[in-house]
């Protein structure tokens, strides 16, 4: 469920230009079918703590995959954007539940020393899904409707719910304390905010609205922080974001995330409307990467059993950073095989140290805080990736409605913003993955004597 749900995120990237002309919609307004989806996603997930400590993850499987064909149903059926938007964000709800559901059960259930392994196959669930999401989508728009796309995936989450209902067992570990909706509330007007800041961004540029929904999240972030610390109850303790390494992974994880989502939306857009390439081309520029980052995922598992985790991360963060620089750098020369070329570059990098970032934070603590890191850290990565979309889809449609010359050129000028923010992504993670294992040797040196 979760590889279904994660490949819906991104499959109707490449149908951004053909849902504007059909709906009459601007792209800021058409990315709220991805970019709402991953903030529903987000919402849901800061549930997911305290939902399996109190419900068994057989039934939270029941629910999202429901909620996943409901909402898949609607968006095949759909008459206009409404509707479609109220679709998606009902199928961002599976999502939401199945992500953390999956790493639970594998910290739960499998050995420290094979935790590698899992979360490089889980990895790969996670980061194949968003990129084979463009091609597929694609390869559905050059072949018939947009449509199909939800009609297509049908099967496959009723596949998912037989599947899951035959294997899915574990035990909740029960839960004493009421569930904390004021923190949620607060949490989701706090994300909304700087969602809707960004978007307004991308139509208007910086005007005061955009400012006050800015400011507007940063206050209702601090009331949801306070409340979740101070009051009677709270959604997950952030007590364990004490550690320095765990704060310098959950930076890591949320910027890889970021860059991942980020580049699989703009350079389908990119290549369709500078390259001039069908949305077909544009899809399948991702899909090599995709593939080969798939075989990474795993590999890298297995050389963080056995070298520890920082061997695998400290090489990913290199190669995303060589990504990056050469979508900044080369601009001007890419042609839809060079843009392949440096995803595939990106996608390495990517599967080489996303997963172990994860894995590595949940190691630093106990395993009754686990559950916590793995809700916190896959809720705030969702965050990224609607962040990703709202910023790359922004720094573009700014640039459309605001520039000058022609379509091609002013999505150029719009790209190179985003492969500068890319770039600058990438360079933070370098230095995050750099300075965190750098200090976790150095405490273990300190520990040894």
């Keep these: 469920m979760t590889f279904i749900g994660v490949l819906n995120e991104t499959s109707m990237n490449v149908a951004y230009p053909v849902l504007a002309k059909e709906f009459g919609v601007s ?13 529903m996603v987000t919402i849901v997930m800061g549930t997911t703590a305290y939902c399996l400590r109190q419900w068994a993850a057989r039934w939270l499987h029941l629910a999202a995959v429901s909620a996943f064909v409901i909402g898949d149903l609607i968006c095949a059926l759909a008459v206009n954007f409404p509707m479609l938007l109220a679709g998606r964000l009902i ?8 992500t953390p559901m999956m790493f639970f059960l594998i910290f739960a259930q499998i050995p420290r020393e094979r935790l590698g392994v899992m979360n490089g196959v889980a990895g790969m669930v996670i980061s194949l899904a968003p990129a084979l ?29 037989i599947a899951g209902q035959l294997t899915i067992r574990n035990q909740p570990f029960g839960n004493s304390q009421p569930f ?58 952030l007590g364990v974001f004490a550690q320095a390494s765990v704060r310098l992974s959950e930076w890591t994880y949320f910027s890889l995330q970021f860059i991942n989502i980020g580049a699989s939306l703009a350079l389908p857009i990119y290549c369709e409307y500078v390259l001039h390439a069908s949305s077909l081309t544009a899809g399948m520029v991702l899909l090599p990467g995709s593939l080969l980052g798939a075989v990474m995922a795993p590999l890298s598992g297995f050389l963080a059993d056995r070298y520890g985790y920082g061997l695998p991360t400290r090489l990913g963060s290199i190669l995303i950073v060589l990504g990056t620089m050469g979508l900044l750098v080369f601009q001007s020369q890419l042609t839809p095989l060079y843009v392949m070329i440096l995803f595939i570059v990106m996608r390495l990098g990517f599967n080489a140290a996303f997963s172990n970032t994860i894995a590595n934070a949940s190691t630093l603590v106990t395993k009754e805080k686990s559950t916590d890191v793995n809700s916190i850290f896959n809720m705030t990565q969702q965050f990224a990736g609607s962040l990703g979309v709202g910023i790359m889809t922004a720094l573009i449609a700014l640039s459309q409605n605001q520039g000058q010359g022609s379509m091609a050129l002013r999505t150029f000028k719009g790209s190179r913003l985003d ?28 520990t040894a004597k």
């Design 27 to 39: 792209l800021d307004v058409v990315q709220w079918i991805t970019g709402g989806y991953l903030l």
């Design 91 to 98: 199928q961002a709800i599976a999502t939401g539940f199945s």
């Design 133 to 161: 999401g463009p091609t597929y989508g694609g390869a559905v728009l050059a072949a018939g409707s947009w449509r199909v796309i939800f009609w297509l995936i049908l099967p496959l989450a009723l596949l998912s719910l």
């Design 180 to 237: 904390s909706f004021w923190a949620l509330l607060l949490l989701a007007g706090s994300l909304f905010s700087v969602v809707t800041g960004v978007a307004r961004f991308g139509k208007s540029g910086w005007t005061s609205s955009c400012w006050l929904l800015l400011l507007l999240g940063l206050i209702l972030f601090g009331g949801f922080v306070w409340l979740n610390q101070h009051g009677k109850t709270r959604l997950f303790d």
């Design 419 to 446: 492969f500068w923010l890319l770039a600058i992504l990438a360079l933070s993670v370098l230095a995050a993955v750099w300075l965190n294992f750098s200090r976790q040797q150095q405490l273990k040196n300190t």
